[in-house]
């Protein structure tokens, strides 16, 4: 069990439907990240694709299984330079497609999830929503959850990782102008309510009209900023995070006068609200 890891944030411009530039260009991102150290290297949502489809029809031809080729030119990199890959792209499941990030080890996939929240943007609009829970991939480099850009949005998909042991969450996402409340809030709030470290890595530049915001963020599980990318410049961050910290959810300040326990102190029997799927 690793009591801390190195992880870098890769905030990069992807180019769409330009799937052999965008891979060369996470190889070149994947050898700078081994060389300064990093456990683990977090790239955007869609970084393999682009986002920016007009409907499922273009989009397929871009699309693959997981696993599939991409995933396992990555494997054989993630091998070659000794370093945990998490990154997003278009899964194509038959007919149908989601919008999906691959975890990817050393040793081969370790697994995927699919986004089960779907804003009205992009190729979202037309993608189907994720089949399967949120879970935690327990890695070489920890206990690792994966949620994709709007799911940030909604606390419960963070606090279900958190209930199931995540020292770490992963956010790739594509973050556009108008989404700026994300980067100065949502992520440090996400890891500060659950007390979990968390790394939101976003993409840069245009693309079809739509602009993007940077602003990447490494932050522990205290809400503090550890790194975070520019908003318009290409450029990795880096940031040591402490996985043990994590793991502990009972906070003594002063001992038996302030102590704060992030998972004893919840009230359950109120919550019931949030899973009945109606106002109360």
């Known amino acids: 069990m690793r009591d801390t890891i190195r992880v870098a944030g890769v905030q990069m411009d992807l180019k769409l439907a330009e799937t052999e530039q965008n891979l ?20 955007p949502e869609c970084a393999l694709t682009g986002y920016c489809f007009y409907d499922l029809d273009e989009a ?5 299984p997981v696993p599939g080729p991409f995933t396992e030119r990555l494997e054989r990199r993630c091998r070659e330079l000794d370093i945990h890959v998490i990154i997003g792209l278009l899964e194509a499941d038959g007919s149908i497609l989601y919008n999906t990030a691959a975890f990817i080890a050393p040793n081969g996939l370790i697994g995927h999830y699919r986004k089960i929240h779907l804003p009205y943007l992009g190729i979202d609009r037309f993608l189907s929503p994720g089949d399967r829970p949120f879970r ?4 070489d480099v920890g206990r690792i959850g994966l949620n994709i850009c709007y799911d940030a949005a909604f606390p419960e998909s963070a606090r279900v990782m958190m209930l199931h042991d995540a020292e770490l969450i992963a956010l790739p996402t ?10 100065e809030f949502v ?6 309510e659950n007390r979990v470290n968390y790394i939101a890595v976003n993409r840069v530049g245009r693309e079809r009209g739509t602009n993007f915001i940077g602003q990447s963020k490494i932050v522990d ?26 793991r502990e959810k009972h906070i003594v300040n002063v001992a038996k006068a302030y102590e704060l326990d992030r998972l004893e102190d919840r009230r359950v029997e109120f919550y019931g609200p949030i899973v009945e799927g109606e106002k109360p």
Do not use: H, K
Request: contains cysteine; hydrophobic residues 40%; proline residues 1%.
């Open 174 to 183: 594509n973050w556009p102008v108008g989404a700026d409340c994300n980067t």
């Open 136 to 139: 935690v991939y327990d890695s």
């Open 60 to 64: 397929r031809a871009y699309a693959q």
């Open 187 to 192: 992520i440090n709030t996400r890891a500060f």
């Open 24 to 43: 060369t260009r996470v190889f070149d991102a994947m050898q700078t990240a081994s060389r300064e150290g990093a456990d683990l290297a977090v790239f």
């Open 221 to 246: 599980f205290t809400g503090r900023t550890l790194a975070e990318g520019d908003r318009s410049r290409e450029e990795v961050i880096f940031a040591d995070l402490d996985l043990a910290g994590a």
